[in-house]
């Protein structure tokens, strides 16, 4: 059977692949994601992701392993956000999301370290924030729930009360698309191997 790696320290990826009940292990990417650039949201998220997989897969080249890297923006009308470095730079992005919808943007990249085989896949998903006054915001600010996510909230936190809607992936908004990780993942073993991993 193969091993799972997750190349992340996201404690939000790390929950939703414990959700499925599919056995893995963490390892940490040695990847400077910041260094990464790219003209869109979707070509970053999918470098970062690929970098943060290959960074960590190296370590393992012809073991039985699956290595997974993946990476999450919020896209404002074109203009990416990724983790707010301070709370000024969080207050900023939350202002932005106020009485308005942004993308967010998911990417993962898996492979097979001992084919070699890479697959990689994007989710894109909407979020519809209520208008938020300046106390809701303050409020909001005082909390951690800011720090070391993308775009300085987590839906699943204290800012699902200024949301209103989504359209997409709720995993995907999350930071790590299942469907997508699933269809991937599928391709990256036989079937045998497949129900092993997810029966398990």
């Given amino acids: 059977m193969y091993n799972l790696i997750l190349a992340s320290s996201s404690q939000n990826r790390k929950a939703l692949l414990s959700q499925v009940r599919i056995p893995f ?3 940490e990417p040695t990847c400077n994601e910041k260094e990464i650039q790219a003209d869109c949201s979707i ?12 960074s960590v897969a190296q370590k393992h080249k012809n073991e039985n392993c699956i290595v997974i890297g993946a990476d999450t923006v ?3 009308s074109g203009t990416i956000f990724g983790k707010p470095r301070t709370k ?15 993308i967010v943007v998911s990417s993962i990249a898996l492979m097979n370290t001992q084919t070699n085989k890479v697959e990689q896949a994007s989710s894109t998903s909407r979020v519809y924030f209520k208008k938020l006054i300046k106390s809701e ?22 800012a699902s009360l200024f949301i209103e809607k989504i359209e997409g992936s709720y995993s995907g908004i999350v930071g790590f698309p299942l469907s997508e990780f699933y269809a991937c993942l599928k391709s990256l ?10 029966l398990t």
């Fill in 189 to 198: 073993c036989n079937d045998k191997e497949l129900f092993q991993l997810v």
């Fill in 43 to 54: 070509g970053i998220t999918q470098k970062r992701a690929f970098a943060k997989m290959k």
């Fill in 88 to 102: 000024d730079e969080a207050r900023l992005m939350l202002d932005s999301y106020s009485a308005s919808s942004h």
């Fill in 137 to 158: 915001i303050e409020t909001y600010l005082k909390t951690n729930d800011w720090e070391g996510v993308a775009g300085g909230y987590k839906i699943q936190g204290l």
């Fill in 74 to 76: 919020i896209d404002v």
């Fill in 25 to 27: 292990i963490v390892e």
